[in-house]
């Protein structure tokens, strides 16, 4: 399965600024996607970042908040913009399967504080 | 959209004990899926169902995939402390075309003590 790298593994972010986490696989896949697991909590799809077109957000995301690139296909980052104490969460992106193998690979995550 | 419910929500059981655990769905799932997470991680597969009836194991784990596929169990047998961790049992997304768009449930958490 893929290997994913993430990074930063851990910030502490002011209110109001923004953080970019980066996202690099070392292998080509179509499909990249990015959760947000907030405190005690399970893991909830933010988007679906595909190459050469816009990510598809799920309700109760939107762009200006979460803007993404996705300017390959070995590479994605997830940009947490005008940030709150309510964005501190562990976010984490992971990368599409197969029929056969439906991959389920993630990365060891970006754990945001926001103070 | 679809929802998982897992129980049970925690678990503290001592070294060497069975644990259990299950995932319910009011939806039809397709594919079942097991994952652990360790404190600072990302979640790891665990075992992949993906026949209604199926029964996997992977070491001391055992999964089943229920055979009305709105269910899945797993079951650890004789715990050890790096057991310890959070299993989430989680499935993707029905109908899509997406192989990775996954709804996780609630998360298990389990406590070891030795």
């Known amino acids: 399965s893929a290997v994913i790298s993430q990074k930063p593994s851990r910030d502490i972010c002011q209110r109001g600024t923004s953080l970019t986490i980066q996202c690099q696989v070392d292998?080509?896949?179509?499909?990249m996607f990015w959760y947000r697991q907030q405190p005690g909590q399970s893991l909830t799809l933010i988007a679906t970042?595909?190459?050469?077109?816009?990510?598809?957000?799920e309700s109760g995301f939107v762009i200006d908040k979460f803007p993404i690139s996705r300017p390959n296909l070995t590479f994605s980052t997830l940009t947490v913009s005008n940030m709150s104490p309510e964005d501190s969460s562990i976010y984490l992106c992971?990368?599409?399967?197969?029929?056969?193998?439906?991959?389920?690979?993630f990365g060891s995550g970006t754990r945001l504080t926001v103070v | 959209g679809q929802q998982l419910n897992q129980s049970p929500q925690s678990m503290f059981i001592q070294e060497g004990e069975d644990v259990s655990m299950n995932c319910t769905s009011s939806?039809?799932?397709?594919?079942w899926l097991w994952y652990k997470q360790d404190p600072g991680e990302g979640p790891v597969l665990l075992i992949a169902?993906?026949?209604?009836?199926e029964l996997t194991s992977n070491g001391r784990l055992t999964a089943q995939f229920g055979i009305t596929r709105k269910d899945s169990f797993l079951n650890i047998s004789a715990s050890i402390p790096s057991d310890v961790g959070i299993y989430f049992c989680?499935?993707?997304?029905?109908?899509?075309?997406?192989?990775?768009?996954?709804?996780f449930g609630q998360g298990t958490i389990l406590t070891v003590h030795p």
């Open positions: 970042a595909n190459q050469g077109s816009e990510a598809t957000y």
């Open positions: 939806s039809i799932f397709n594919t």
């Open positions: 989680a499935g993707p997304d029905a109908g899509g075309t997406s192989y990775g768009k996954l709804t």
């Open positions: 292998s080509q896949v179509t499909m």
């Open positions: 169902l993906y026949k209604a009836g």
């Open positions: 992971s990368v599409e399967g197969t029929a056969d193998n439906y991959g389920y690979t």
